[in-house]
């Protein structure tokens, strides 16, 4: 299995841009988190889902952060409009019950 | 409120010695307490997994502890490697989701 993928690695855009950042969990793992990685704050859970419902969506920062999880194999986290307090790196984890996969993450830039 | 402490923020061995993290914890109720490895540029990946009845577990060179009574648990890295440097996070699970609280983790250098 190729772990948990993450596109893009790296994002750099500008204040008031759209970001769209995907997420491939393990096959068969039925939770899916995003979350949010600064040298400040640390790991910070943002949202996560159960068999592809969102459970608790309260790590949400504001509403221009949103996140979908369309079927099983895929998940988006969006910002609409970006932010340059947003830049952070932002990580994919599935998990079948117990212990969590990370991805390798999506480094944002937003100037 | 829920929060997970760790100590200390930093630390710099040698390599082939041994150290020790710490992580404290005030999360109720409690589930499970995990150590997670972060390499540079990398995603967590995860060393030990422990729940309330188990007070000791091991994975390779790294021996986790938990004292659920005082809230305490420790990490401990025997005969330090140079792949050891990377950043060890405490993480506690709260009640009967997989919701998890983090450290802010301590970051380990080994040098030569």
């Known amino acids: 299995d190729a772990g948990v993928i993450q596109s893009p690695r790296h994002e750099v855009t500008e204040m008031g841009q759209e970001v769209t950042l995907r997420c491939k969990p393990i096959?068969?793992?039925?939770?899916l988190f995003w979350y949010r990685q600064t040298m400040m704050r640390g790991l910070e859970l943002l949202i996560y889902?159960?068999?592809?419902?969102?459970?608790?969506d309260s790590g949400m920062p504001e509403d221009r952060f949103s996140a979908k999880m369309p079927n099983a194999s895929f998940s988006t986290l969006k910002i609409q409009p970006s932010e340059p307090r947003d830049s952070a790196v932002y990580f994919c984890?599935?998990?079948?019950?117990?212990?969590?996969?990370f991805g390798p993450g999506t480094r944002l830039t937003v100037l | 409120k829920n929060q997970v402490e760790q100590s200390p923020q930093s630390l710099i061995i040698l390599e082939g010695k041994n150290c020790t993290l710490q992580?404290?914890?005030?999360?109720?109720?409690?589930?499970?307490l995990r150590w997670y490895k972060q390499d540079t540029g990398r995603g967590p990946v995860s060393l030990t997994i422990?729940?309330?009845?188990?007070n000791t577990k091991s994975n390779g060179r790294y021996t986790a502890t938990l004292d659920a009574d005082t809230k305490q648990s420790s990490l401990h890295i025997t005969a330090s490697q140079l792949s050891d440097s990377a950043s060890y996070i405490c993480?506690?699970?709260?009640?009967?989701?997989?919701?998890?609280?983090f450290g802010t983790g301590t970051r380990l250098q080994v040098f030569p």
């Open positions: 993480v506690v699970s709260a009640g009967n989701t997989d919701k998890l609280i």
């Open positions: 992580c404290n914890y005030t999360v109720s109720p409690f589930s499970n």
């Open positions: 889902f159960n068999n592809n419902v969102p459970i608790d």
């Open positions: 984890a599935s998990s079948p019950f117990h212990e969590q996969f």
């Open positions: 422990m729940t309330f009845s188990e």
């Open positions: 096959s068969g793992h039925d939770y």
